[in-house]
Nanobody, 117 residues
């Protein structure tokens, strides 16, 4: 099993910044992809960004430029730096890790980001 713990969410005014963190623990494999998805009320969960264990990144085209995903080189931790936040970025942000056969996906509990105008 894999556990993912997100942190760093909160409330911010439009134009502000937040940095999310996600720490993985458990039965971790070297080859993996981690990332962030988000879900606003009434909407489907959507991709924000992913990063592989070789640091290859993939972004939602709409968010690239304001959001940056990165990975800690020594710990099973990823970050999401979110700049110039907009009210439309308000959502629950979920951490994802994919690894192993399938690959299998693991999700965190989510962290709430609220952006006020």
């Amino acid at each position: 099993q894999v556990q993912l713990i997100e942190s760093g969410g909160g409330s911010v005014q439009a134009g502000g910044s937040l940095r999310l963190s996600c720490v993985a623990s458990g039965e971790l494999l070297r080859a993996n992809t981690m990332g962030w998805y988000r879900q606003a009320p009434g909407n489907q969960r959507e991709l924000v960004a992913t990063i592989t264990h070789t640091n290859k990144t993939d972004y939602s085209w709409a968010l690239k430029g304001r959001f940056t995903i990165s990975r800690d080189g020594t710990k099973p931790t990823i970050y999401l730096q979110m700049n110039n936040l907009e009210p439309e970025d308000t959502a629950t942000y979920y951490c994802l890790r994919r690894q192993g056969i399938g690959p299998r996906s693991y999700w965190g509990q989510g962290t709430q980001v609220t952006v006020s105008s």
